[in-house]
């Protein structure tokens, strides 16, 4: 089997295995409302809450199952190309987008709690369809302050570029430069707004697919 096809496997072996580990935390994180307004009742993020987001956010299942995607995508491509479209190089692709996201992860959770924001994302499950989609994309830009009304994510909007730019020193030549750090700073707030969109519509497939197949 070309490895290329092979790693199109592994991927969805994962994600199969993975997400719905991920369901059980996105439901004990449910609120009643929208966050897409200020929530009541609201409780500040704490101390271990934000390490507990920083390590779900790095190494949790659904950012590694993100990273699955965009190594097997980039190995394919063969891009960068000094990584080689082998098993390798697909190591070296995950291996790299890590440490980025870690790196921006880090500065948001330092700089959201020197400014008192809250990074974590909540789901709307009781509000209209459009209102679901609403919240997704708005909590890619905003965040709760410790009122939990919306502020703009300041911590986000200097950690997401921050990191992609800093993780030029350690890059491989091709994609070290300005042009890339952009690109990657665009699909940096896209993909936040995908795994939005996941933690939100998630267990609703969950529910109403594989339950009833169950029932059945």
């Known amino acids: 089997m070309n490895h290329k096809y092979l790693l199109v496997v592994v991927i969805f072996l994962a994600v199969t295995g993975i997400a719905p580990a991920q369901t059980a935390k996105a439901e004990q994180d449910d609120l009643p409302n929208s966050a ?26 659904e950012t590694l199952t993100v990273g699955l995607f965009t190594a ?18 697909f190591g070296k692709r995950y291996g790299m987008r890590l440490t980025g996201v870690s790196t921006g992860n880090a500065i948001e959770a330092g700089l959201g709690a020197l400014w008192k924001e809250d990074p974590r994302y909540f789901r709307a499950y009781r509000q209209p369809f459009k209102g679901r989609l609403e919240n997704v994309v708005i909590m890619t830009f905003l965040a709760h302050n410790r009122n939990g009304q919306l502020t703009p994510a300041y911590a986000r909007y200097i950690s997401t570029p921050g990191n992609n730019f800093l993780s030029n020193t350690w890059r491989a030549d091709s994609e070290a430069n300005t042009r890339s750090a952009l690109l990657r700073t665009v699909w940096g707030f896209l993909g936040l707004m995908g795994k939005n969109g996941f933690t939100e519509f998630w267990p609703d497939v969950q529910t109403h697919v594989f339950h009833s197949k169950h029932g059945h």
């Open 36 to 61: 897409s307004f200020s929530i009541k009742p609201y409780h500040y993020i704490t101390g271990s809450q934000r390490v507990k987001w920083f390590v779900d956010s790095t190494v949790g299942p």
């Open 72 to 89: 097997g995508f980039g190995t394919a491509r063969d891009t960068p190309k000094e990584y080689g479209s082998s098993w390798p190089g």
